[in-house]
């Protein structure tokens, strides 16, 4: 059996890599060309080039968007086409939801709905598709998709997909370790058949793994084809598909599952006359384009029936297994130490016919192998009767420990004996008992569980909880539950312990606080703080006391605490948990923009989790005359017509420009040169003698200079406040320099500063 390779964006093959599968007998490739009407592979040309190089024919694919115009997708899709002409084309139908952003954080694990389509708008929308690109192509049309997407969100398309090449989804099970090529080649002669869609029987691709671990590879999206034939018609004469006509004239059983429209002409807007039943005999007077015409009168598709040989064959042994069962689920049972399992029946013969019946197993760890599966415990109670192929199954798994995840698999066997593929393998959690809070619980997330400010996945983050460690469950609000040490964590991740004992002593501590809030106080160089008390124990009595620190960034991790200037005066008692709290935070610099934490403890003391970091401006009061400043704002600072962020932009001051403020009022600043700018981006400057007049006279020669201002002198690569700082001179220090030119110091050892701030030593 021939196999190939299908890749993306994904897939970023080396040369050597290449080489190693065309050694290895390689033969087809199909590559991704974009997705939907806007999105090109970024990989396609390179992809593309490297199947030229190395001889391999190739196809191209592309995802088909449900939520997207269909003509515009199969115009990108036949551009692409025309650039890059490939042997079959490819529409990917498998979406079935309309919401990309809730589909992506639910498949990443972040819970929520994700919105779907109706199947009929599905059909008709992937209907469309393929109708206009057969239409269009020239080539090959094949269709992908799996028996997981047709059966379960949209069962109409088997009216259709045979109309074309059927490439099809199922994975088999992929060895525990590395595996050469030998071994490789070995399982692509032995791979059997996909599970089929129902109301199909046949397949010409099969993407038979994604994940299989070959050496040399990364784990790449692996195809077989059905025959030669195939093979020829898709990849060396590109030659489009033809419906079977199998004769003019016979007898034929219906095959069609779910059975079969008889139409008054042969096409499918033509009135339905009748449906047949599956197995039904009919007589058929001719086959014209795909369509057969039944002596009785109407028309059906001649896909869905089989032609009955007059001569009968023995019946053949069988050595057919039922299909892998891949749609297995597996969810938390209503009765203490239980869990519910539903899956889709397959049948006697892959998914034809009934299976005889199941064996079922259990294990604390997925069961992905046979190995895993001959140490899985077998279920021997209440197992279910197999229905035909393609029925609704479900059982329910008594007797297991409450509160443990459990992993399931299912194999189906036939009457001859023939044992099914293994399923996949999925968890879930046994029924707990009821549960009495507050509750000790652990964490079951193997990469730790974040706990958040509040029951929501945008809320702040305020640490991780490593796996296996113990808390204590105060509430559990829909999927969330509410920490003793303050935070919510979503409860998917915590395995409730209800045969585990609260701690008695206390080891509540009070909850974070989540509303601290900071404004300017009312006395200069002050801030005024408010917050809700939280509790002693989480939100519950009343903590002992506070812990109130500040800094100039925000306080917003566990160092920046330990970082931050404690507050000691002023700090109030904690009153009952939900009540008011406020205080005033006195001695700061006036002007400047400082950040808050605030953290409750009780009296053992357990310390209570890290508040939000507000930040504000000290107060600060009007100069007694004007003050000079500076901006600190890196990007420059806008100055306005008045004290508001609405008025008029007048003009832009670079960093570091020095400005005169005559007049500070509500956090704005009333410049001696006209207009209003932000007070936090200004740094007030100490108050200095004027400077003089004239910078000093120039001397000749080096000359000694020592620096006046308190808050230090940059020294700059040119003589100009937009070039770049190369270091600050601290106060009182003495320096030599060559010369002073238009205001600028150019020191001997490099750079030039400022002169105004230099008082020359004679």
Same mark, same amino acid.
């Given at each position: 059996?021939?196999?190939?390779?299908?890749?993306?964006?994904?897939?970023?093959?080396?040369?050597?890599?290449?080489?190693?599968?065309?050694?290895?007998?390689?033969?087809?490739?199909?590559?991704?060309?974009?997705?939907?009407?806007?999105?090109?592979?970024?990989?396609?040309?390179?992809?593309?080039?490297?199947?030229?190089?190395?001889?391999?024919?190739?196809?191209?694919?592309?995802?088909?968007?449900?939520?997207?115009?269909?003509?515009?997708?199969?115009?990108?899709?036949?551009?692409?086409?025309?650039?890059?002409?490939?042997?079959?084309?490819?529409?990917?139908?498998?979406?079935?939801?309309?919401?990309?952003?809730?589909?992506?954080?639910?498949?990443?694990?972040?819970?929520?709905?994700?919105?779907?389509?109706?199947?009929?708008?599905?059909?008709?929308?992937?209907?469309?598709?393929?109708?206009?690109?057969?239409?269009?192509?020239?080539?090959?049309?094949?269709?992908?998709?799996?028996?997981?997407?047709?059966?379960?969100?949209?069962?109409?398309?088997?009216?259709?997909?045979?109309?074309?090449?059927?490439?099809?989804?199922?994975?088999?099970?992929?060895?525990?370790?590395?595996?050469?090529?030998?071994?490789?080649?070995?399982?692509?002669?032995?791979?059997?058949?996909?599970?089929?869609?129902?109301?199909?029987?046949?397949?010409?691709?099969?993407?038979?793994?994604?994940?299989?671990?070959?050496?040399?590879?990364?784990?790449?999206?692996?195809?077989?084809?059905?025959?030669?034939?195939?093979?020829?018609?898709?990849?060396?004469?590109?030659?489009?598909?033809?419906?079977?006509?199998?004769?003019?004239?016979?007898?034929?059983?219906?095959?069609?599952?779910?059975?079969?429209?008889?139409?008054?002409?042969?096409?499918?807007?033509?009135?339905?006359?009748?449906?047949?039943?599956?197995?039904?005999?009919?007589?058929?007077?001719?086959?014209?384009?795909?369509?057969?015409?039944?002596?009785?009168?109407?028309?059906?598709?001649?896909?869905?029936?089989?032609?009955?040989?007059?001569?009968?064959?023995?019946?053949?042994?069988?050595?057919?297994?039922?299909?892998?069962?891949?749609?297995?689920?597996?969810?938390?049972?209503?009765?203490?130490?239980?869990?519910?399992?539903?899956?889709?029946?397959?049948?006697?013969?892959?998914?034809?016919?009934?299976?005889?019946?199941?064996?079922?197993?259990?294990?604390?760890?997925?069961?992905?192998?046979?190995?895993?599966?001959?140490?899985?415990?077998?279920?021997?109670?209440?197992?279910?009767?197999?229905?035909?192929?393609?029925?609704?199954?479900?059982?329910?798994?008594?007797?297991?420990?409450?509160?443990?995840?459990?992993?399931?698999?299912?194999?189906?066997?036939?009457?001859?004996?023939?044992?099914?593929?293994?399923?996949?393998?999925?968890?879930?959690?046994?029924?707990?008992?009821?549960?009495?809070?507050?509750?000790?619980?652990?964490?079951?997330?193997?990469?730790?569980?974040?706990?958040?400010?509040?029951?929501?996945?945008?809320?702040?983050?305020?640490?991780?909880?490593?796996?296996?460690?113990?808390?204590?469950?105060?509430?559990?609000?829909?999927?969330?539950?509410?920490?003793?040490?303050?935070?919510?964590?979503?409860?998917?991740?915590?395995?409730?312990?209800?045969?585990?004992?609260?701690?008695?002593?206390?080891?509540?501590?009070?909850?974070?606080?989540?509303?601290?809030?900071?404004?300017?106080?009312?006395?200069?160089?002050?801030?005024?703080?408010?917050?809700?008390?939280?509790?002693?124990?989480?939100?519950?009595?009343?903590?002992?006391?506070?812990?109130?620190?500040?800094?100039?960034?925000?306080?917003?991790?566990?160092?920046?605490?330990?970082?931050?200037?404690?507050?000691?005066?002023?700090?109030?008692?904690?009153?009952?948990?939900?009540?008011?709290?406020?205080?005033?935070?006195?001695?700061?610099?006036?002007?400047?923009?400082?950040?808050?934490?605030?953290?409750?403890?009780?009296?053992?003391?357990?310390?209570?989790?890290?508040?939000?970091?507000?930040?504000?401006?000290?107060?600060?009061?009007?100069?007694?005359?004007?003050?000079? %400043?500076? @901006?600190?704002?890196?990007?420059?600072?806008? /100055? +306005?017509? =008045?004290?508001? #962020?609405? $008025?008029? *932009? !007048? &003009?832009?001051?670079?960093?570091?420009?020095?400005?005169?403020?005559?007049?500070?009022?509500?956090?704005?600043?009333?410049?001696?040169?006209?207009?209003?700018?932000?007070?936090?981006?200004?740094?007030?400057?100490?108050?200095?003698?004027?400077?003089?007049?004239?910078?000093?006279?120039?001397?000749?020669?080096?000359?000694? %200079?020592? @620096?006046?201002?308190?808050?230090?002198?940059? /020294? +700059?690569? =040119?003589?100009? #406040?937009? $070039?770049? *700082? !190369? &270091?600050?001179?601290?106060?009182?220090?003495?320096?030599?320099?060559?010369?002073?030119?238009?205001?600028?110091?150019?020191?001997?050892?490099?750079?030039?500063?400022?002169?105004?701030?230099?008082?020359?030593?004679?």
């Amino acid at each position: 059996m021939r196999w190939g390779i299908d890749i993306s964006r994904y897939d970023d093959l080396s040369d050597a890599q290449w080489q190693a599968m065309v050694n290895n007998g390689l033969s087809f490739a199909i590559i991704r060309a974009c997705h939907g009407a806007g999105y090109t592979d970024p990989f396609l040309q390179r992809h593309v080039a490297q199947a030229n190089k190395y001889g391999i024919p190739f196809g191209l694919y592309q995802w088909v968007d449900i939520t997207q115009d269909v003509q515009k997708q199969i115009d990108h899709f036949l551009q692409l086409i025309e650039q890059y002409p490939p042997k079959c084309a490819t529409g990917d139908f498998e979406q079935y939801w309309t919401d990309w952003d809730a589909w992506n954080q639910a498949r990443l694990g972040g819970g929520g709905d994700v919105p779907t389509m109706p199947p009929a708008h599905i059909n008709a929308i992937n209907y469309e598709y393929f109708t206009k690109m057969r239409s269009a192509l020239s080539i090959p049309l094949v269709s992908y998709t799996g028996a997981w997407f047709v059966n379960k969100y949209c069962p109409q398309m088997s009216a259709w997909l045979g109309q074309s090449y059927l490439w099809l989804a199922g994975y088999i099970s992929a060895p525990a370790g590395v595996i050469g090529w030998d071994n490789f080649l070995g399982i692509v002669s032995n791979l059997g058949s996909p599970v089929f869609p129902v109301g199909l029987n046949r397949w010409d691709v099969w993407q038979f793994s994604a994940s299989l671990p070959i050496t040399g590879l990364p784990q790449l999206d692996l195809d077989a084809i059905a025959s030669e034939e195939v093979y020829n018609n898709l990849f060396i004469l590109s030659k489009p598909y033809e419906l079977p006509s199998g004769g003019t004239t016979g007898q034929a059983r219906v095959i069609a599952q779910a059975g079969l429209r008889v139409r008054a002409a042969p096409n499918l807007q033509a009135q339905i006359l009748r449906t047949l039943p599956y197995g039904t005999l009919v007589d058929i007077v001719e086959i014209q384009n795909g369509w057969a015409h039944l002596v009785d009168g109407g028309w059906c598709a001649a896909q869905w029936l089989q032609l009955i040989d007059d001569t009968p064959e023995p019946t053949p042994p069988d050595t057919t297994a039922p299909a892998a069962i891949v749609d297995l689920a597996a969810a938390t049972g209503t009765a203490t130490g239980s869990i519910d399992l539903a899956w889709t029946a397959p049948g006697d013969d892959a998914n034809v016919g009934t299976a005889s019946n199941y064996q079922v197993r259990y294990s604390t760890s997925a069961i992905e192998n046979q190995a895993a599966w001959d140490a899985a415990t077998p279920v021997t109670v209440g197992v279910s009767v197999p229905k035909s192929a393609g029925q609704a199954e479900q059982m329910t798994v008594s007797g297991l420990t409450p509160g443990t995840a459990y992993y399931f698999a299912i194999r189906a066997l036939d009457e001859a004996a023939n044992l099914g593929g293994l399923s996949n393998s999925p968890s879930a959690i046994a029924k707990q008992s009821p549960i009495s809070l507050p509750c000790v619980a652990r964490v079951t997330a193997g990469a730790g569980l974040r706990v958040r400010t509040a029951a929501s996945l945008t809320a702040q983050i305020l640490r991780t909880l490593p796996y296996n460690t113990q808390v204590v469950v105060v509430e559990i609000i829909k999927r969330w539950g509410r920490l003793a040490d303050g935070g919510w964590c979503a409860i998917q991740w915590l395995q409730l312990l209800s045969d585990v004992p609260v701690p008695q002593q206390d080891l509540i501590a009070p909850a974070a606080i989540m509303d601290l809030a900071a404004a300017p106080g009312t006395d200069a160089g002050s801030i005024d703080l408010s917050w809700a008390a939280p509790g002693d124990d989480a939100h519950i009595g009343t903590a002992a006391s506070y812990l109130v620190r500040y800094s100039v960034s925000v306080i917003d991790s566990p160092a920046s605490w330990e970082a931050a200037t404690p507050v000691t005066n002023g700090v109030p008692q904690p009153k009952p948990a939900g009540q008011s709290e406020q205080m005033t935070v006195s001695g700061l610099t006036p002007g400047a923009l400082y950040y808050f934490a605030v953290r409750a403890q009780d009296e053992v003391p357990n310390l209570g989790g890290l508040s939000n970091s507000p930040s504000a401006i000290a107060k600060a009061p009007p100069p007694s005359q004007p003050r000079m %400043a500076r @901006v600190t704002a890196g990007a420059g600072l806008r /100055v +306005r017509t =008045a004290p508001d #962020l609405k $008025a008029q *932009i !007048l &003009r832009t001051m670079p960093y570091g420009t020095q400005v005169e403020v005559a007049e500070i009022k509500d956090g704005w600043a009333r410049l001696s040169t006209g207009g209003w700018s932000s007070v936090q981006w200004l740094e007030l400057l100490p108050e200095t003698p004027e400077p003089p007049a004239e910078p000093p006279s120039l001397p000749t020669g080096v000359k000694r %200079a020592r @620096v006046t201002v308190k808050i230090g002198l940059r /020294v +700059r690569v =040119a003589p100009n #406040l937009q $070039a770049e *700082i !190369l &270091r600050a001179l601290p106060y009182d220090t003495i320096v030599e320099f060559v010369e002073i030119k238009d205001g600028w110091a150019h020191l001997t050892d490099g750079g030039w500063c400022a002169a105004q701030w230099l008082e020359v030593i004679e």
